[in-house]
């Protein structure tokens, strides 16, 4: 196993270089970048000339690099990530590109790997109850949620829970991660119930379609194992229905589940940004999107970056677990 996360590290090394290359190029890919985009705001707010305008977007284009060829350009940022752990500047925050990072990520993956907790947690028990009740009224009503949950966006369910919450329950826990006033607060045991208050929100939302997939998944791959015939040769043995499904009809079942795991956290930190929005959550998600659109490169190539390596380390556990449940799995 130590021998096996060593290969893998090391082979995930070009594989990091290579989406980072490919990111860079389709950022940088549109024509203009974001001094552009200043230069006309100089024009509109400052009252600046357009040749005024023009000499000082050229002056910040050389003095951050973009004068340069797009080689050079990408050279400049990785070889600041690799020697100095230096991301590069967000020209649209006017901030370090880390320090945007490291303030919004820990939020990120806190919403996320709570989510996915609950959609495997909350997705595994009624697939599970459904495979063994098939037919039945609650196969049936967990069908029904299940594609309900699987064809109802989530930025139109955390419209749709701000409507019932506000309007309808007169609840004003809503939005954002914090109450007003503890928001610049230090840490507090009162701070964290009220993070708590807030936090099941986006965990239910950004959570709910995989909880119905996860459903369907484990649903079908149970009712094909409970069919195969080694589940037959332990009924006749005379064990209890329990220990059939759940010591070796589940432990197999939940196979491709586990694999599917090391895909679902990167979808869950990108496809939360317009959740994250609608819900005003401190997130990567609203600055990912307002680099791209700002072609703020260092900023939107150094996120990209950050789920590409999310990526091949879910993958990694993902395998590692795996081989931990099947012990036929070898690594050599």
């Known amino acids: 196993m130590p021998t096996y996360i060593l290969k893998r590290t090391i082979y995930s090394i070009p594989l990091l270089i290579s989406v980072s290359i490919v990111a860079f190029v389709l950022i940088t890919a549109p024509p203009g970048d974001y001094m552009s985009e200043l230069k006309n705001q100089l024009v509109r707010r400052s009252g600046l000339t357009r040749t005024e305008a023009t000499e000082i977007a050229q002056q910040m284009r050389e003095r951050y690099g973009l004068d340069q060829p797009i080689y050079g350009q990408?050279?400049?940022?990785?070889?600041?990530?690799?020697?100095?752990g230096d991301?590069?500047?967000?020209?649209?925050?006017r901030k370090p590109v880390s320090e945007i990072i490291w303030k919004r990520l820990g939020w990120t993956f806190a919403?996320?790997?709570?989510?996915?907790?609950?959609?495997?947690?909350?997705?595994?028990?009624p697939g599970i109850y459904s495979a063994t009740h098939q037919y039945r009224a609650s196969d049936h009503l967990f069908t029904v949620v299940a594609f309900l949950g699987l064809s109802i966006p989530n930025f139109f369910f955390a419209l749709v829970i701000l409507y019932i919450l506000n309007f309808q329950l007169g609840i004003s826990i809503?939005?954002?991660?914090?109450?007003p006033q503890f928001m610049t607060a230090s840490w507090s045991w009162a701070k964290f119930i009220d993070l708590l208050k807030h936090?099941?929100?986006?965990?239910?939302?950004?959570g709910t379609a995989g909880t119905a997939g996860t459903m369907r998944v484990m649903r079908n791959n149970l009712l094909d194992i409970i069919g195969m015939s080694y589940i037959q040769t332990a009924r006749s043995k005379g064990l209890r229905e329990t220990v059939v499904v759940y010591k070796h009809a589940v432990r197999n079942a939940l196979q491709p589940i586990i694999m599917s795991m090391g895909m679902r956290m990167p979808r869950l930190i990108t496809g939360s940004a317009v959740v994250a929005i609608v819900l005003n959550l401190p997130t990567?998600?609203?600055?990912?999107?307002?680099?791209?659109?700002?072609?703020?490169?260092?900023?939107a190539g150094s996120f990209i970056l950050m789920i590409?390596?999310?990526?091949?380390?879910?993958?990694?556990?993902?395998?590692?677990?795996?081989?931990?449940?099947?012990?036929?799995?070898?690594?050599?």
């Not at 991301?87 to 925050?93: A, I, L, N, Q, V």
């Not at 990567?284 to 900023?299: F, I, K």
């Open 74 to 84: 990408y050279w400049s940022w990785i070889s600041g990530i690799i020697t100095r």
């Open 87 to 93: 991301f590069g500047y967000s020209f649209y925050y």
């Open 111 to 125: 919403i996320a790997l709570t989510a996915l907790v609950f959609s495997y947690v909350g997705g595994m028990i």
């Open 174 to 179: 809503v939005g954002g991660l914090f109450s």
């Open 199 to 206: 936090l099941w929100i986006p965990v239910i939302v950004v």
């Open 284 to 299: 990567t998600g609203p600055v990912l999107l307002n680099a791209v659109m700002s072609q703020d490169m260092y900023l």
């Open 308 to 332: 590409a390596f999310t990526l091949v380390i879910g993958n990694l556990l993902a395998d590692i677990a795996l081989g931990v449940l099947d012990p036929r799995i070898r690594y050599e």
